[in-house]
């Protein structure tokens, strides 16, 4: 987003619906801040996520989304009165998902197969929390609070934890032993759980050492019904019933029960009369069935088990002999205008009572809490519940309320969503600032495409009247059903998490301007198909008006001209959207499937010769954002960013394993002085599938890489911080850092020329002209006073960026090169000299890059104090030996191996070799050196290619190089050759990253060096 400000997208798009035209066909838009299903979910369950794990049978991964918010998902799977199926798009026109019975199936999946998982929580923290109350608000804030680190002690006035889960519904519907796993889950998590403890006055908990106070202790006291004879013997509130059946009291119902009341806890009521022994049961609700809060299968199971039910009809009063009850009078109703519930008044009809015969009478029409004053303060409303404000906090300071408690009685996924704003609550109490963020939406622009009408598959079970037990009544749905339903997820609403989703998704995202405001919109796929091929803008209607918008892609696509067809984008794609065909008379080629790509640009990163881009995220237009000294790589957040430019000096990747050590480097270049990478931690998901590459080890090979060629490491970093961290100041902190550190700008060129990898080696380079610190390789000691000093060139250059990158692997070639050395005593150790890269001219600024670089190897030789200069690249070898300056001997390593080796045995090696000089250069000085090498290995045959690959290297990677260094290797096929020697350590970098897997690698041929083969004949590995 231009200028880094918020922007309002109803005010962008003039309107929160409309039309977008100027495509193949119009489509419907609706501007939105989270799906509707997740919008709906009081406990703010990534809904689509979980769903579309189910979809691809990743089932105990979607019981991990579901436990991010909800701690309760197997019971909720039962008893959830399933707002979010009210927000499901396919209900519009059919049958809304199936939600609850998929959270069902997956949870009991999980509870079938292995024990639930939890890692006791660090207690990092000193401050302590005290919770009254062990329902699901108490419990759901005890778990976000022992996650961040707090302490958690819950006092429970029962001998059982659970609250009216475990007391008001029965088992027929939540099994205890379901209730009991899940809250052991919670205390493993660290959670202090006392029961048998009665708390008074609960700000006392205040004074006895606790930070703050979390009244959670649901709403237990039946609402009496107002009416004559309600004390008459007989008479048993539904809260009372339920208490002592779930107990195992006995419970004496013989005769006929009237329930009064249409809710959940009135048809559990009655379902448990008629398994406890009660000869019939009647439920009476004042309005008609549609306005009953119960939920339809519950109301049909009751019909099934045989419940009767009178709808409109009013208790007037209960009719007593003796104290005892024989009947209850009803008034006939009729429904009026809607009420403050919104649902239709009901209204009694004059003259229209009647009796029916009732042995007990059982009130089930509503409850309230049993709270006092809380430190003297009377903070209870009229109705019984505590005074909170939105956030949960009551009048007295540090004491909060949450549920059934503060909002009378509720659902159960109601107290758990307030359970997370009570939690954060208290967090921003105790940290003395606003309270924690536990959820994270972002608003995102939405274009509607068609949805398929798919019916549901799912049938809710229901029980028949022989099955009156408290055994579960209900099943779950099966493994092939689950699947089939969740597939029927659109994935509406704004990208999230799309390592969840991308699999079933029929939408992608595009990015949009207007009137210079970027953003991200989610679109169809063949709308972004459309602006794939090169549709760049479209009209946007509303009722308010229209304007224009640019659009732009995302997805990658591929320049067969300058792809190699190394198979590295296949390798980083976690999405399997790219990968290599082979194309007739040029060899493999990579290609995109645009549906599967989720354009998180990690195959733009990897391509080593710039042949993949990406639209509005491709490697150059990120880089080119780069405006700032010191700047933040941001990939950290759960959705997707939608400000695409330089907010404050951040820039969003959208994947944190976009940076590769080569793409670190270039950024660098570009700021100046210093880059952090900003990555997710572990209380937070990425945007994209990640651990394709550690980010964290990327940055410390990218660190490495500095301080070979003397930058200070300090100018790269890596900080994983949770998604709702302000990357500003992450950024803030480091810049502050690299200022006490006194690292200033960076006076070195900026190369442009070539690929990312050409790229990343000459910023390399060009550092080096300007070192901070001096160089140290630990591998090897300086030499002594008088000694010969090993200078390796760029070959550490290729070994970092190459193996770190998995561009090719150098470490075994550097390996035997300084085995090698070591054996035979060709040198006395390593010498720090820069290489001379006489490359670096090709781009501006470059001749004073390579001036400052042969100033300091002058400077660095006389100061070694070396007797002569060993070079292991024939490149560097020539620039050494043409300098004036440098006044000790320099020396080709070929041709210091061949004077150490004087009398060493060599085991034979029954091979053909075939050597390729260096490419750079028309006479390679390290050519005739190597031959004579080869000639004293046993066994050896010997053949030469005239010519190199004649390419140059990393600077000229396209289809052409992968084509001559294919011949190449044919050339050295047809002459017998097992074996390919290069010269050059740059050519041999370049033939090892052409023979990837996924190219047009040969297992019949090895590419190597001289100093390998003879390390291994010197070792007798020959056989």
Known sequence: MSGGEEYDPIVLFGADRGVIAGASEEYQFELRDSTACSRECPAGVNVKAYINLIANRRFEEAVEVIREMNPFPIVCGRVCTRPCEEGCEQGDEGDPLAIRALKRFASDYELARRPIDAVECEIVHEERVAIIGSGPAGLTAAVDLIRLGYPVTVFELSDEPGGMLRFGIPANRLPKRILKREIDWITDLGVELRTGERIGDPAELLKEGYSAVLIAAGAQVSVPLGIEGEDSDGVIEALTLLRRINCGEPVDLDGKVVVIGGGSTAFDAARSALRVGAGSVTLAYRRGREEMPAEEEEIDEALEEGVLIRNLAIPGRIVSEGGKVVGIELIQAELGEPDDSGRRRPVPIEGSEFIIDADHVVPAIGARPDIGPVGGVDATTDWGTVCVDEDGGTSVNGVFAAGDVELGPSTVVESIGRGHTAAGAIVGFLGGGSKATIRHDMAVPVVLGPFPDTPTCYEPDTCSQASLCFEETSTTMSEHNAVTEATRCVSCGPCHMCELCLPTCESKQVAGRIDGTEFLLKVPSDLSRQVHDGLDKVEVSSAEGSRSMDLGTLTVSVDEERCIGCGLCEEACAYRAIGTVLRKGSGPVAVVDHDACASCSACVSACPTGAISQGRMSDDEVLGRISMEVVALSSFWNGPDPRFDVTGGVIDLMAEFKPTVSFLLRALMRAGKGVVLIGP?????????????????????????????????????????????????????????????????????????????????????????????????????????????????????????????????????????????????????????????????????????????????????????????????????????????????????????????????????????????????????????????????????????????????????????????????????????????????????????????????????EVTDVYSLLLRSIRGEGA
């Open 681 to 1005: 931690d572990d209380s937070c998901g990425p945007h994209y599938i990640t651990r394709i590459r550690d980010p964290g080890m990327v940055v410390y090979n990218a660190r490495r890489a500095l301080a070979m060629v003397g930058i200070s490491p300090d100018r790269i970093a890596y900080r994983a911080v949770p998604h709702d961290t302000d990357p500003a100041g992450v950024l803030s902190e480091f810049a502050r850092r690299l200022d006490v550190l006194g690292l200033g700008r960076l006076d070195a060129p900026v190369p442009t020329d070539g690929g990312p990898l050409a790229e990343a080696l000459d910023s390399l380079r060009s550092m080096a002209s300007v070192p901070e610190i001096p160089p140290m390789d630990p591998m090897l000691l300086p030499p002594a006073e008088g000694g010969t000093g090993l200078f390796e060139a760029c070959i550490p250059l290729y070994w970092m960026v190459g193996s770190t990158d998995g561009l090719f692997d150098m470490q075994g070639p550097r390996a035997s090169m300084r085995g090698l050395v070591s054996v035979l005593g060709a040198v006395d150790g390593s010498i720090a000299l820069r290489c001379p890269s006489r490359g670096l001219k090709g781009y501006d600024g470059g001749e004073v890059a390579c001036e400052r670089i042969e100033g300091m190897n002058i400077k660095a030789a006389q100061a070694s104090g070396v007797s002569r200069i060993v070079v292991a690249s024939p490149e560097a070898y020539n620039a050494f030996s043409s300098n004036d300056g440098i006044e000790v001997p320099v020396m080709d390593l070929p041709g210091a191996i061949e004077g150490s080796l004087g009398d060493t045995v060599l085991d034979p090696l029954d091979i053909v070799v075939a050597v390729h000089p260096s490419c750079a250069m028309d006479e390679d000085p390290f050519l005739d050196p190597t031959l004579e090498l080869l000639g004293r290995i046993p066994g050896v045959r010997i053949v030469t290619i005239d010519e190199g690959c004649g390419r140059s290297g990393f600077r000229d990677m396209d289809a052409g190089s992968r084509v001559s260094a294919h011949e190449l290797v044919s050339k050295a096929l047809e002459m017998g050759a097992d074996t390919i020697a290069c010269t050059s350590s740059h050519c041999q970098a370049h033939m090892l990253l052409m023979q990837r897997q996924g190219s047009w690698r040969s297992a019949e041929i």
